[in-house]
């Protein structure tokens, strides 16, 4: 079955850096794209980046220039490098993988703390 497992959240200072790591099973990983959303109780979840199964990013608005997203096929894996943080990037930050109509997949979830 389909697994999207992340990891790498934590606490970090604001400016800090953090890189967080998806690691996916159950599916053709190499043509799919795969993104990166986030969530603070009480608010939707937002998207943060994607990345094509070329590798074309796109990005939110509030990321820009400070987020990263990669991916290695041979893991399986995508990346979210995340530098410069600031306290409203605190979330838990979701992998999400689309495969077909009402086939979309979340992982559990990993939580980033920005605080000092």
């Known amino acids: 079955q389909v697994q999207l497992v992340e990891s790498g959240g934590g606490l970090v200072q604001p400016g800090g850096s953090l890189r967080l790591s998806c690691a996916a099973s159950g599916f053709f990983f190499r043509i799919r794209p795969l993104a990166w959303y986030r969530q603070v109780p009480g608010k939707q979840r937002e998207f943060v980046a994607t990345?094509?199964?070329?590798?074309?990013?796109n990005y939110a608005d509030s990321v820009k220039g400070r987020f990263t997203i990669s991916r290695d096929d041979d893991k399986e894996t995508v990346y979210l490098q995340m530098n410069s943080l600031k306290p409203d990037d605190t979330a838990v930050y979701y992998c999400n993988v689309i495969l077909g109509a009402n086939r979309v997949y979340w992982g559990q979830g990993t939580q980033v703390t920005v605080s000092s």
């Open positions: 990345i094509s199964g070329v590798s074309m990013a």
